[in-house]
């Protein structure tokens, strides 16, 4: 009587079909591919989130280095390699990769290899990209190298306009007709405030006026 009860039990127990098991397979698998997509999107979100973090804060960084190093604008103009020409304290050059060079009071941690606070600053555009050069020395040597730094990627186009003492605005420097200055003192002249207008992918355009100091 026991055996027989026992055998009627396992008779009674049976496995999952075929098709149970297909079904199963399915809705497991459209559970994963739901979960990765999830994942996946929330991957590039946060890919976008950091991105756009990063294109703001070099965004920043450069308007707050264009804004400080124009503000201590100084007269003083520089000699080339050879010692021949002057080039004057700003000189602006819109349309080229090399839009402004400029003669900087400040700088900081001057020494024996550095006796004056002046600095020749250059603002060059490379594929996009916005360069600050800054020269060792004012009067060029030959064979001098300038300490690169990339400010911010991604730029499309970066213009300068100068207002004059006559209250008049100029996207040339120095400007075509000096009278106040006269000849010998064009390369000296600085503008009363300069206008820099950015324009970047990431983050569209930045304006700012720096008024120059004396």
Same mark, same amino acid.
């Given at each position: 009587?026991?055996?027989?009860?026992?055998?009627?039990?396992?008779?009674?127990?049976?496995?999952?079909?075929?098709?149970?098991?297909?079904?199963?397979?399915?809705?497991?698998?459209?559970?994963?591919?739901?979960?990765?997509?999830?994942?996946?999107?929330?991957?590039?979100?946060?890919?976008?989130?950091?991105?756009?973090?990063?294109?703001?804060?070099?965004?920043?960084?450069?308007?707050?280095?264009?804004?400080?190093?124009?503000?201590?604008?100084?007269?003083? /103009?520089?000699?080339?390699?050879?010692?021949?020409?002057?080039? /004057?304290?700003?000189?602006?050059?819109?349309?080229?990769?090399?839009?402004?060079?400029?003669?900087?009071?400040?700088?900081?941690?001057?020494?024996?290899?550095?006796?004056?606070?002046?600095?020749?600053?250059?603002?060059?555009?490379?594929?996009?990209?916005?360069?600050?050069?800054?020269? /060792?020395?004012?009067?060029?040597?030959?064979?001098?190298?300038?300490?690169?730094?990339?400010?911010?990627?991604?730029?499309?186009?970066?213009?300068?306009?100068?207002?004059?003492?006559?209250?008049?605005?100029?996207?040339?420097?120095?400007?075509?007709?000096?009278?106040?200055?006269?000849?010998?003192?064009?390369?000296?002249?600085?503008?009363?405030?300069?206008?820099?207008?950015?324009?970047?992918?990431?983050?569209?355009?930045?304006?700012?006026?720096?008024?120059?100091?004396?």
């Amino acid at each position: 009587m026991g055996y027989r009860g026992q055998g009627a039990a396992v008779k009674r127990t049976r496995g999952f079909t075929l098709l149970e098991l297909l079904v199963a397979l399915f809705v497991s698998a459209v559970m994963f591919a739901i979960g990765y997509a999830g994942l996946a999107q929330v991957a590039a979100n946060r890919a976008q989130i950091l991105e756009s973090q990063r294109s703001l804060g070099e965004l920043q960084r450069a308007v707050r280095v264009l804004g400080n190093d124009l503000s201590q604008l100084d007269p003083r /103009p520089i000699r080339d390699e050879l010692g021949r020409s002057v080039a /004057p304290a700003l000189l602006a050059a819109p349309g080229t990769s090399s839009p402004l060079a400029f003669t900087r009071s400040g700088r900081a941690g001057a020494s024996a290899h550095a006796r004056s606070g002046l600095q020749r600053i250059d603002y060059v555009l490379e594929n996009g990209m916005l360069v600050r050069l800054a020269w /060792p020395a004012l009067d060029r040597a030959q064979g001098a190298q300038a300490a690169r730094r990339v400010l911010m990627r991604g730029v499309r186009t970066l213009r300068f306009r100068f207002l004059d003492t006559r209250g008049e605005w100029t996207d040339i420097w120095p400007p075509i007709q000096a009278p106040e200055a006269g000849a010998a003192g064009t390369p000296r002249i600085r503008p009363r405030a300069i206008e820099f207008t950015l324009e970047s992918e990431a983050q569209g355009v930045v304006r700012r006026i720096v008024e120059v100091a004396g």
